[in-house]
């Protein structure tokens, strides 16, 4: 468990400031302009981040450390998807509807503030 608290005290709030950071209503023109590399090159980085999540924590248990590790996976298949297809992932990602985005963006907040307190809460005496 203090591995699956570790984790989620950087995953967390990692994972919050990006997805905060990158919703349309704070910064509605992020994605007008992306272009191969850069889609590739953040696939990369969340290949490798995924990848070191699931070495380190693959663990599929009825408890709140399955964020993690379903985290972690997420991240190696988005990751290879932004490698293999960029230069469809612009034109895939101009043809998603901007509330079905939203909605993605708010449901991926919740577990990311939810994997942040677990990794932050006070161990129960």
């Known amino acids: 468990m203090a591995n699956s608290r570790q984790i989620a005290g950087l995953l967390g709030p990692t994972l919050a400031a990006a997805l905060i950071a990158e919703f349309p209503l704070v910064q509605p023109q992020l994605y007008d302009a992306q272009i191969p590399p ?3 090159l953040s696939g990369v980085l969340l290949f ?15 408890a709140w450390p399955v964020l ?7 991240f190696l298949l988005l990751g290879l998807i932004r490698m293999f297809a960029a230069g469809q992932y612009r034109q895939t990602s101009a043809e998603v509807n901007s509330i079905t985005f939203m909605v993605i963006e708010g449901v991926l907040l919740v577990v990311a503030l ?4 677990y990794g932050y809460r006070r161990e129960p005496q």
Request: no cysteine; proline share 0%; glycine share 6%.
């Open 114 to 117: 939810a994997i942040t307190y």
């Open 38 to 40: 850069v889609v590739y």
């Open 48 to 62: 490798v981040a995924g990848l070191a999540i699931v070495r380190a924590h693959n663990l599929w248990v009825r």
């Open 68 to 74: 993690i590790t379903a985290t972690g996976w997420s």
